[in-house]
């Protein structure tokens, strides 16, 4: 559901503040563990790109979450951004 009074939470911020901070993971881990370039995990992080389905079952293996959870995050984000370049919100 996307939120009406306020903005969601981007995916990047989410991983960064709910998962890595928490877990002591820094991004070169993440990285290594997910076995993708640190560059992809980067500009993950820096909201500068988003989660794909593969990026999202790379996240799920790693952090013991479920795909849908990821895809749902970027669902939302991108419904809320389409709503606002559309004028819908």
């Not at 002591?24 to 881990?29: F, H, L, R």
């Not at 293996?61 to 990821?70: A, C, G, I, Q, S």
């Not at 895809?71 to 809320?80: C, G, R, S, T």
């Amino acid at each position: 559901m996307i939120p009406k009074h306020r903005k969601p939470m981007h995916p990047d911020e989410i991983l960064l503040k709910e998962f890595l901070e928490p877990l002591g993971m820094t991004q070169v881990e993440l990285a290594k563990t997910m076995g993708v370039p640190l560059q992809r995990v980067n500009t993950l992080i820096a909201g500068k790109r988003g989660i794909t389905a593969s990026t999202a079952l790379l996240l799920a293996r790693v952090l013991k979450t479920t795909p849908e959870f990821w895809m749902n995050l970027q669902n939302i984000w991108d419904l809320y951004e389409a709503a606002r370049e559309l004028k819908f919100a």
